[in-house]
């Protein structure tokens, strides 16, 4: 199950305490102070991790506590420092920590592979009596606890990492064409709304030369205040370099659905509009061969109207267009770094 959002609690370890005692030895019948400090409390840190794309192990648990630190002791010992708490979670999580009036302060985002995060730092060891020695009193009976830890309230938010977000209505093919394009194997139907969680896809262009691509669920008119499946999947092509606008050859106004869904990215976020993009035609093997040049150059003419973007014209199923495709998608995230 992709789960992209989850609520928890964490709390880092305490630092032991620091120990008051005093040095025994035969024929040494008043030893000094020789209390060692408390160990250090673990911290909980966050790591970067390929291999995890949800954050579904965070709806199970909820509260994640690092070990505390041991105590000192006589001898001048310290305390085990508590081990350090390593929450791996997907690349894209945003983290937030929810403070008790309800504000979100940004902790920690999470974009690169085994990129760590200490989100709550581990409490400091007390002093054990063996630094409070002094001159005038040689033998002092106090010593400093650790520091205690309070819970903290995170919230996750996980946007996934691709460089091309695919955006399109319902049914005009999009995950078709992640499916060509790459390894990946979504759900693909004729009927709308078959996508209901992300997927991402790798695209290989060359040995080494790739490109990741996100396919969502289709956008319809009303996107932006919740209708359709919403935008609870827009937030997953936030990021992403460059959009691939996919249009169904055979919508009845290619031009208004371009419009539409345009606005509806504008109205999710003002962002989204300066992301490059490329318009991408599909389903062109639908029009029978001998008219299909001429319905291409009809709906590329009314698009030169108004943008001066290049219309690709493809066929997932048909294998037309795919090639070129790929390599202009491939020059304009090059273009974006
Ligand atoms: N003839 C033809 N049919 C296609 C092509 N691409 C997709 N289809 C068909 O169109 C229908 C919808 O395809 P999907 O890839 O599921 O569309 P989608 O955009 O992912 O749809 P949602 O997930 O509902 O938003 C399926 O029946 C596909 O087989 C194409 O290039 N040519
Ligand atoms: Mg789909």
């Known amino acids: 199950m992709f789960i ?51 954050l579904l192990d965070y709806r199970y648990s909820k509260r994640f506590t690092a070990a505390n630190g041991l105590a000192g002791s006589g001898n001048r010992k310290s305390g085990h420092s508590g081990e ?9 999580t945003e983290i937030f920590q929810i403070m008790d009036d ?3 302060i940004k902790l920690a985002d999470v974009t690169d592979a085994e990129e760590t995060f200490v989100l709550a730092k581990g409490g400091r060891g007390g002093k054990g ?19 205690r830890c309070n819970e ?37 139907a004729d009927y709308e709304f078959t996508t209901l969680e992300p997927m991402l896809g790798v695209v290989k262009i060359q040995e080494y030369q790739h490109f990741v691509m996100a396919d969502i669920p289709g956008i319809i008119e009303g996107a932006h205040m919740g209708k359709g499946l919403g935008h609870q999947f827009l937030r997953h092509i936030q990021r992403t370099s460059i959009l691939l606008y996919l249009i169904d ?8 659905a371009y419009r539409t869904l345009k606005a509806e990215l504008y109205l999710y976020d003002n962002f989204m509009e300066k992301k490059p993009f490329t318009i991408a035609l599909s389903k062109i093997d639908t029009i029978p061969e001998e008219e299909r040049a001429a319905r291409i150059a009809e709906v590329s003419n009314i698009f030169a109207k108004t943008t001066d973007h290049q219309i690709q014209a ?5 294998n037309i267009g795919l090639e070129p495709l790929k390599y202009t998608l491939y020059k304009q995230i090059k273009e974006s770094l």
């Open 152 to 188: 903290l309230q995170l919230e996750l938010v996980l946007k996934l990492m691709a460089d091309v977000g695919l955006v399109g209505f319902p049914n005009a093919g999009k995950s078709t064409l992640l499916s060509v394009l790459s390894a990946a194997r979504p759900k693909i």
């Open 314 to 318: 493809i066929s997932s199923v048909g």
């Open 102 to 104: 309800g504000t979100k």
């Open 249 to 256: 050859i055979n919508s009845e106004d290619p031009l208004e």
């Open 4 to 54: 992209d959002y989850a609520k928890i609690r964490v709390r880092a370890g305490n630092g032991g305490d620091g120990a008051v005692s005093f040095r025994r030895e035969k024929y040494i019948p008043k030893g000094g102070p020789d209390g060692g400090d408390g160990g250090r409390g673990g911290s909980i840190v966050v790591k970067g991790d390929p291999n995890v794309n949800t």
């Open 129 to 147: 009596n063996s630094n409070f020695a002094t001159p005038t009193n040689q033998a002092p009976r106090h010593a400093t606890p650790g520091k």
């Open 84 to 92: 350090d708490l390593v929450l791996r979670m997907p690349m894209g």
